[in-house]
């Protein structure tokens, strides 16, 4: 079985670092994110200065300021870290053929089969860590290991800023020492638990027996003592919220010919539009995704006007192809994807008869296509192509 | 690898007295050459107002002797893009600016700015035909705001023309035409207004009114919808954008136009920090004073 190699990066102190970018006069000072410190808020995050203070991230923020009386305390900018937090998954997705964006700060990568593209696992996750502070001056740690689990735990392991690599095999040695108080998923209430049984250190619960763990704890022990021996999940889950609707196609044989690719994309837009139709969506942006024979993954966007219309994306997929394909290299995989979503309310807009026209003409498309298969239809692109074979 | 060219539509501004340009000023101090000493590119806005004299032109280059790298794009005068009525003299007059601009090295290119309501129909297209013949051998950019401009047709009409259409960055309202930059023959113009959603708004309903008759409900300040600061990360995702369609492109410009309080020259002090890949950017005391964030990379 091939090894695989996970990578997590966490954004350290997420929200701190973007609000210094808006205000450099916090650098160096305890910052809380969160609100009115006489609020009943709690504190979305914090600096380190502030960790100092015995601050952390969800305690009360009443709390907080009795612990900390001369923090800076802001109200947050959410539209900021979006923005971040997607343009430095965008550079993930330069890097790694598949991203999970666990949450608004965390990322885990698949770099499995890579190590030839990139040599050294080290050096890559610092190349990450520098381009995301090169780019955006925001910094942030990496952990590598075989597993997410492990991987978590290593970006943790040497916060802020720091790069740790947990090679095949080292996984149980690594961890071992760690208090479990570091493992996600001990919690306040299972720690002490945890502790009365005798149990202070990972190595503590590995060395232990999995049927132990199950009578004593149930799942979450079983849980806990597979973590603890180095063993986690390798699957990402791509896409956790529907904030896009997307396709792709990966060929059997990796393709050049500019038609076949175009072809491809169009098939692929049309089901992403049809997808979009049955939810009753419109889309304001368009990605292609391009991954090339030596996986080097390649992601361009635009904003559309709002549409589910298969012309209207087919076209602007089309240009962003006809733009980015400009390597002599092979594609393995090609794919498109809408973003921007929203409800669509089916009110006839100026100037827009013609497209009116086409959205109620789409509409009965779908209609066929929902009864007789979505080969049934489809807009005459296929037809020269078939008529050559 | 693409020349960045990064400056402000305009340098004359009052407001940027204290911001930008030092507040006492000796007898002989003049902004344009102040300006010229920090950014390399700037957009002539008032050739749209006016017929400007080959005499003008000639100052601003006596402004920036020495500085080779400096270069001047003019937007047209309005009666070639919101009248569309001009005849030989119209053409005559802007190209004499323009002469004088080219031949002591330092012209970029000539704006053609049209207004939202200039859709892409059979005579919007003719009409950026001719304009293409009357200014023949002028560098050209095309900036159409309606969004039946990024149609296949009309992109290749001004791609076949050799126009790179400039993207402009704007709030998002009814049609206007998305932030999508594309490089054509090698160059890419980019245009960034601000993001004031409310004063944009208001100013269009103002305009609406004037054209049915009526009277605008207020009479505010018409810069109040290029009064914005885009913030870092705005600033990062623009750039992004533009970093991705720079393959094969020469020079690329990009003009900030939120010149309220010289927000604009904070902006592109930032934008050459994030497109030339720089951790410091030289620029005068006085805008690292005004806007705090530019310590970072000052």
């Not at chain 1, 916090?26 to 808020?41: A, C, H, Q, T, Y």
């Not at chain 2, 020469?250 to 136009?257: D, H, L, R």
Request: glycine letters at 8%.
């Amino acid at each position: 079985m091939r090894t695989a190699t996970i990578f997590h990066l966490d954004l350290d102190a997420f929200f701190v670092s973007v609000e210094r970018l808006l205000d450099p006069s916090l650098e160096d000072k305890p910052v809380i994110v969160g609100g009115n410190p006489l609020g009943r808020g709690v504190v979305a995050a914090c600096s380190y200065e502030a960790r100092e203070f015995g601050l952390h991230s969800a305690m009360p923020i009443r709390k907080a300021y009795r612990l900390c009386p001369h923090g800076v305390y802001v109200r947050g900018h959410g539209e900021e870290y979006v923005r971040y937090s997607r343009l430095v998954r965008g550079v993930m997705e330069e890097f790694a053929p598949v991203v999970e964006q666990a949450s608004i700060d965390e990322f885990y990568m698949d770099f499995t089969g890579c190590e030839k593209m990139y040599g050294s696992f080290l050096e890559l996750a610092t190349r990450l860590q520098r381009e995301v502070w090169r780019r955006f001056s925001l910094p942030c740690s990496v952990g590598v290991a075989g597993n997410k689990t492990v991987a978590k735990i290593c970006s943790d392991f040497n916060k802020p800023r720091g790069v740790t690599y947990a090679p095949p095999g080292t996984e149980r040695l690594f961890l071992e020492r760690l208090p479990l108080e570091d493992m996600p998923g001990v919690g306040k209430k299972f720690l002490p638990e945890l502790r009365r049984r005798g149990f202070f250190r990972v190595g503590d619960v590995a060395r232990s027996s999995v049927e132990y763990f199950a009578a004593a704890f149930g799942k979450a022990g079983v849980d806990l003592w597979e973590k603890a021996n180095g063993e986690g999940s390798t699957a990402l889950t791509v896409e956790r919220e529907r904030k896009s609707v997307s396709k792709e196609h990966t060929f059997g044989e990796d393709v050049a010919d500019r038609e076949t690719l175009e072809e491809t994309l169009f098939g692929e837009t049309a089901k992403v539009c049809r997808k979009l139709r049955d939810k009753r969506l419109r889309a304001s942006g368009v990605t292609l995704k391009l991954r090339y024979a030596d996986f080097k993954t390649i992601t361009r966007s635009t904003k559309i006007p709002p549409t589910a219309d298969d012309r209207e994306i087919f076209e602007t997929a089309r240009a962003l192809l006809r733009k980015a394909y400009d390597r002599r290299v092979a594609i393995r995989l090609i794919g498109v994807g809408t973003t921007g979503l929203a409800p669509d309310t089916g009110q006839a807009e100026l100037f827009e008869t013609e497209r009116e026209r086409r959205r109620r003409l789409l509409e009965a498309i779908d209609e066929v296509r929902g009864k007789y298969g979505f080969e049934a239809i489809d807009l005459g692109r296929y037809e020269s192509r078939r008529e050559r074979r | 690898m693409t020349k960045m060219r990064i400056g402000a539509a305009g340098w004359s501004y009052e407001d940027w007295v204290g911001a930008f340009y030092p507040k006492r000023e000796s007898k002989s101090f003049d902004w344009l050459s102040y300006y010229s000493q920090y950014l390399d590119t700037a957009e002539v806005n008032a050739s749209y107002y006016a017929y400007l004299s080959p005499k003008v032109a000639e100052g601003w280059l006596r402004k920036t002797e020495g500085i080779d790298e400096f270069r001047f794009t003019a937007k047209l005068h309005q009666d070639f893009t919101h009248r569309r009525r001009y005849g030989r003299e119209e053409i005559e007059k802007t190209r004499a600016v323009f002469d004088v601009l080219r031949d002591g090295g330092k012209f970029g290119g000539a704006l053609a700015q049209f207004p939202y309501s200039f859709a892409f129909d059979e005579a919007a297209s003719a009409h950026v035909r001719r304009l293409a013949e009357d200014f023949e051998n002028i560098p050209l950019f095309v900036e159409p705001r309606h969004a039946s401009w990024r149609r296949d047709e009309a992109r290749e009409l001004v791609r076949g023309l050799g126009a790179p259409p400039c993207a402009a960055d704007q709030p998002a309202l009814g049609e206007a035409i998305p932030f999508a930059p594309e490089a054509v023959g090698g160059k890419l113009y980019v245009r960034l207004h601000g993001r004031n959603r409310a004063a944009w708004g208001r100013s269009v309903a103002d305009l609406a009114a004037r054209r049915r008759g009526e009277k605008p409900t207020s009479d505010r300040d018409p810069n109040e919808r290029y009064d914005y600061l885009y913030s870092p990360g705005e600033l990062g995702e623009i750039a992004e954008e533009i970093k991705s369609a720079l393959d094969g492109v020469k020079t690329a410009y990009v003009i900030f136009n939120n010149h309220p309080g010289g927000q604009a020259l904070a902006n592109a002090f930032e934008m050459i920090a994030l497109l030339e890949d720089r951790a410091r950017v030289d620029m005068p005391e006085t805008i690292k004073h005004r806007f705090e964030r530019l310590r970072k990379i000052a």
